[in-house]
T-cell receptor, first 112, second 117 residues
Framework: KQEVTQIPAALSVPEGENLVLNCSFT??????LQWFRQDPGKGLTSLLL?????REQTSGRLNASLDKSSGRSTLYIAASQPGDSATYLC???????????FGSGTKLNVKP | DARVTQTPRHKVTEMGQEVTMRCQPI?????VFWYRQTMMQGLELLAY????????DSGMPKDRFSAEMPDATLATLKIQPSEPRDSAVYFC???????????????FGSGTQLSVL
């Protein structure tokens, strides 16, 4: 069974700092990987989707990379802002059944 | 702005009562998922449908949970009888896919916060 791990579980940084969130998965036979943001009491919002044939995706200050062979993905946030404070989750989809396996998330706090 | 709509947002009920949660997927999306989120377990997949047909409900306790899609605009998740351990946030998500073999983004609803006393 696919297992997704996110480290660290929590991260606190000062505003303006660049930061990296990590996601690792045990089975490299994935179809795609998504990064989500979850605000307290809210649902998940998809940030970036990387197909298995891609190496990275960018949206504004966010850049996500994917290395299938090593079972890793990173989410890079440039020039962090207090509004970026949220929990960030990654999820991988397997090839056959479209199941999404979620990590437990990294809770990010950006201090003003 | 297309979004997944879930009702109710909050539900408090007593043990043994029936609970029904509803989801309206984004118009045109043909795949619908039900997830449960708890602090201990994180996000767990309960069931999912494609083109209204159930593809996998192995994550769901069969004796008390049931999921259906009466039509393309409505998905339901029922718990009967409910138990305190069912207390969690239940999310519905929808997706268009696959499109030419490529799977698309997953869109989540705001969830139903369920408390079983």
């Amino acid at each position: 069974k696919q297992e997704v791990t996110q480290i660290p579980a929590a991260l606190s940084v000062p505003e303006g700092e660049n930061l990296v969130l990590n996601c690792s998965f045990t089975d490299s036979a994935i179809y795609n990987l998504q990064w989500f943001r979850q605000d307290p009491g809210k649902g998940l919002t998809s940030l970036l989707l990387i197909q298995s044939s891609q190496r990275e995706q960018t949206s504004g200050r966010l850049n996500a990379s994917l290395d299938k062979s090593s079972g890793r993905s990173t989410l890079y946030i440039a020039a962090s802002q207090p509004g970026d404070s949220a929990t960030y989750l990654c999820a991988v989809s397997d090839d056959n059944f479209n199941k999404f396996y979620f990590g437990s998330g990294t809770k990010l706090n950006v201090k003003p | 702005d297309a979004r997944v709509t879930q009702t109710p947002r909050h539900k408090v009920t007593e043990m043994g009562q029936e609970v029904t949660m509803r989801c309206q997927p984004i118009l045109g999306h043909n795949t619908v998922f039900w997830y449960r989120q708890t602090m201990m377990q994180g996000l767990e997949l309960l069931a999912y449908f494609r083109n209204r047909a159930p593809l996998d409900d192995s994550g769901m306790p069969k004796d008390r949970f049931s999921a259906e899609m009466p039509d393309a605009t409505l998905a339901t998740l029922k718990i009967q009888p409910s138990e305190p351990r069912d207390s969690a946030v239940y999310f519905c998500a929808s997706q268009l896919g696959p499109v030419g073999g490529r799977k698309e983004k997953l869109f989540f609803g705001s969830g139903t916060q369920l408390s079983v006393l």
